[in-house]
Structure formats: structure tokens, C-alpha cells
């Protein structure tokens, strides 16, 4: 039989007090400001032309643009840059000129580009996609070459033994881009209308905070009976390039 003291702490434990007012908000502020100091820790020099970007390259923050356009495109990448390290966006928008790649790195990074955030694949992976089961190696090579790394994630590759393999960057930068996708939500939905729009999207700034519910993925959100967000649907939040076309299309 319960006691009346264990009785008392069985409700303490399922039945807990209701959190302070604010409490909720001081939580998120709390991991925004620190995804915001990981997020200064990292400059990036941004070379950019009227295409869209060329170059992404953790430095001092150095801007090659030569147009008023491609300057226009450095600083939106910039800006969608900061917004996912804050975990506020969960895809970029901005174009790019792969137009220096070769055409065995192209058609490894256009797969790499498919990968769903959050989401991870083996370098093997990629292979067999691109029809060159055996070329893991040289996979890997142009991965780590990737000209635009982050836009491009190529941080969502590893072993096919789920070890990290390797990151031009470093394996700590690695980990902390895939612990940050781990925490951020990839598609955020409305409880009223039932839509989903990827994280970022114009539209979902729309969503009222009190009818908000997040998915961590587009299987997840239509087994609960969602569908996706017109914006989404058809490529508006996201470039013409085939590398995110994918995207827009699996929406």
C-alpha cells in the first residue's frame, strides 16, 4: 500500500508546479544567445558575382564582389548565414555560381545539395548516386574542395560507419553544425490551417506563436496530416539553381 508521503511525492514528480511567467521565453533567449556567441566566433569571407556566390571560406569576414549585384548577394548570405547559426532558418535562398567546378565535383555537390537538413548520408551514399559506386574516395575529395561549404552541406556526409570522416574546415566546426541541426526544427506548421513551411520561409513568420508546431521532418509532418505551404511548394523561398530544386520539389 502507498503511504501518504509516497503518495505526496509520486503527484510532486507527475504533476509539477507550473513554471514562473516567462519562463518559456527566458529558455529560448538563453539558446538563441548562445547559438549568437558560437555564431561570432565564425567570419566568413563571402566572393560573390553576379550569378551568385563562388566562394564561402571561414577568414576575417573579406567581401570579393565587383558588381552592386554581387555585393547585394554577399551580404544576403550573409545575413541567411547568421539566421541558421542562430537556428532561425533551415535552408538558403541565395544562388551560386559553381561555374569554375568540374563536372565529376558538380554532380557531387548537386547531390550533396539534396540532403534534408537535419539529415545525414555516407560518402557511398553519394557515389552510387552520381553512378560511381567505386569513386568514394574521390567523393570525398570534392566534398572537402566544396567551394561553398554550409549552403552546399557538405557537413552531412560521413562514413558509412557513422564516423565523422573529414571536414576542410575541422571536425569540431562538423559537430557543431550537425548538433546545431539537431536542435533546430526543419519545418515549422500552424495548428490552424494545417500548413507547413520550411524553417525561415517568409510565410512562416505569419504563424502566430500560440498555433506554432515544428516537424523534424516532411514525413513526420504529413503522417500528422500537414501539407506545405504554397511559398514552399513552388520554389519561391528558395533559387532556380538545380542544386535546390530538389527541395522546393519534395515539399
Request: glycine share 8%.
Amino acid at each position: 500500500m502507498i503511504s501518504r508521503e509516497d503518495d505526496s511525492r509520486l503527484r510532486a514528480t507527475l504533476d509539477p508546479p507550473a513554471p514562473a511567467p516567462g519562463f518559456a521565453e527566458r529558455v529560448l533567449r538563453a539558446v538563441r544567445e548562445r547559438r549568437r556567441a558560437g555564431a561570432a566566433a565564425l567570419a566568413f569571407d563571402v566572393a560573390a558575382s553576379d550569378r551568385g556566390i563562388a566562394g564561402l571560406r571561414p577568414g576575417s569576414g573579406r567581401v570579393e564582389a565587383a558588381t552592386r549585384r554581387a555585393r547585394a548577394l554577399a551580404k544576403r548570405v550573409r545575413a541567411e548565414l547568421a539566421e541558421y547559426l542562430e537556428g532561425l532558418r533551415s535552408y538558403f535562398t541565395v544562388p551560386l555560381d559553381l561555374s569554375t567546378t568540374a563536372s565529376f565535383q558538380r554532380s557531387v555537390l548537386d547531390v550533396a545539395a539534396t540532403i534534408p537538413f537535419g539529415e545525414v548520408r555516407s560518402y557511398r551514399w553519394i557515389a552510387e548516386a552520381i553512378g560511381k559506386p567505386g569513386a568514394v574516395r574521390a567523393v570525398g575529395t570534392a566534398l572537402g574542395r566544396n567551394p561553398v561549404p554550409i549552403v552546399v552541406p557538405c557537413h552531412r556526409v560521413l562514413r558509412s560507419d557513422g564516423g565523422l570522416g573529414g571536414y576542410a574546415f575541422g571536425l569540431d566546426l562538423k559537430e557543431r553544425l550537425l548538433a546545431l541541426e539537431h536542435e533546430t526544427p526543419a519545418l515549422v506548421g500552424s495548428d490552424a490551417t494545417r500548413i507547413i513551411c520550411r524553417h525561415g520561409c517568409g510565410d512562416e513568420q505569419r504563424i502566430a506563436v500560440h498555433h506554432r508546431v515544428v516537424f523534424a521532418s516532411l514525413s513526420e509532418a504529413r503522417a500528422s496530416g500537414y501539407r506545405a505551404c504554397r511559398r514552399c511548394l513552388e520554389g519561391r523561398s528558395s533559387p532556380s539553381s538545380p542544386f535546390f530544386r530538389n527541395l522546393a520539389k519534395a515539399l
